[in-house]
Every structure is written in C-alpha cells, then in structure tokens.
Nanobody, 123 residues
C-alpha cells in the first residue's frame, strides 16, 4: 500500500507559476511510476504528466507540454510538478498517483491516488 499526500496548490495569476509536491509513504516508492492528473469542475479527470520509476522517462499531455515539468526525488519519496506559464484553463484539483505494475505507456494503470490539491489560476 502507498499513501500519497499532495501540497503546494493555491491561487496564481495567469502567466505565473506553482510547484506541487507529492509525498509518498508505505511501500517502496522508487519502484513505482508516478503521475499527476487533474479534474476541473464539471469535467472528467484527465492525465497531466507522468515519470518512470527511475526518472529517465517522462510523458506529458499536449495541453501542458513545454509549460509543466515533472520530476522526482526517490531519496525523499517525493514527486514534483513545476507549473509555469499558468493559464485559467489549468484551474482544477490536481491529484498525485502511483502505479505498481509495468505498462507500455506512462499515462495508464495508476492504482494509488492522493486526496488532491486545488489549483486556481485567475485571468
């Protein structure tokens, strides 16, 4: 079992930046691929970014590519999402996720979820 706790959400202006953190505890964190998802009001949850267990591979949704960066520190059991050039459409609850099994792509198969952190971007 893996427990995930997000932090770093809040209010930002369009064009600004925020950095989300996700602290993991429980089973071996370094063996898990990690991801970030988001859900805006009235919309389905969508994939944002993911990183392999070693950190050597990353994958991003087209909507955030070039603006967001995912990274991880296995020594600290923490994954990060640096969000730059924020837009009002980035407003959502952001969820950290972990997966224990291998899949050919990084955007599927997540079976552990955090509670989420709110990100609000004003225009």
């Amino acid at each position: 079992q893996v427990q995930l706790v997000e932090s770093g959400g809040g209010l930002a202006q369009a064009g600004g930046s925020l950095r989300l953190s996700c602290a993991a505890s429980g089973r071996i964190f370094s063996g898990y691929a990690m991801g970030w998802f988001r859900q805006a009001p009235g919309k389905e949850r969508e994939f944002v970014a993911a990183i392999s267990w070693s950190g050597s591979r990353t994958y991003y949704a087209d909507s955030v590519k070039g603006r967001f960066t995912i990274s991880r520190d296995n020594a600290k059991n923490t994954v990060y999402l640096q969000m730059n050039s924020l837009k009002p459409e980035d407003t959502a609850v952001y969820y950290c996720a972990a997966r224990s099994s291998w899949y050919p792509t990084l955007d599927v198969g997540f079976d552990y979820w955090g509670q989420g952190t709110q990100v609000t971007v004003s225009s």
